[in-house]
């Protein structure tokens, strides 16, 4: 989330969105919250009480937990086609892809992807509760979000990366604000 600017939010307002993680605190307006630590939550249960949109988890502590949707972990690669399961790549982002997948979405646009450190930080939460390696974005998360792209287009759904400076490079990048308004 390092290269969003103010003017970036007031474009992806007027869409369909999905945030991750703290992003929601930038979003508030967002349709959909989708997180995986139920650690995170805890640190977040009294400020996410205002926030007004669904709330989507993968972690299995949250599965009997009211108001929030809650589905089922799958596999670290691709994407999961039942609707009751979202694949995970070991990072929210990729959860957050197969969501939109879920949703029926013809068009995702990635917002935020670094896929690499940022100003010395992993995430664009970075009071994450476990410690990373710096190769994780080589070595997971990149591979796994590439995984998505063949299933994902033969299914229909196109992907952009509208994050400058992305180290993600398998889809096509794209300016926020030329491509948001297609």
């Not at 959909?32 to 939550?41: A, I, P, R």
């Not at 997948?101 to 664009?124: A, C, P, Q, T, W």
């Amino acid at each position: 989330m390092a290269y969003l600017e103010k003017e970036d939010f007031e474009i992806i307002k007027k869409k369909r969105t999905i945030v991750t993680n703290n992003a929601y605190q930038l979003a508030p307006w967002s349709e959909v919250l989708f997180f995986m630590d139920h650690d995170w939550f805890k640190k977040h249960e009294v400020s996410l009480a205002s926030y007004h949109g669904l709330k989507v988890t993968i972690a299995v502590q949250m599965k009997e937990d009211k108001g929030i949707k809650w589905l089922k972990r799958g596999s670290k690669a691709m994407i999961s086609l039942d609707p009751c399961i979202v694949n995970n790549g070991n990072n929210s982002g990729h959860c957050a892809v197969n969501l939109a997948y879920h949703f029926g979405v013809s068009k995702i646009i990635l917002v935020g992807f670094d896929m690499r450190i940022v100003e010395s930080k992993h995430n664009y939460h970075d009071k994450h509760h476990r410690k990373m390696k710096d190769s994780i974005y080589q070595d997971e998360y990149i591979p796994n979000l590439e995984s998505m792209k063949e299933p994902l287009e033969k299914q229909g759904v196109q992907i952009l990366n509208a994050t400058p400076e992305s180290a993600l490079k398998a889809f096509p990048f794209v300016d926020l604000k030329n491509t948001i308004n297609l």
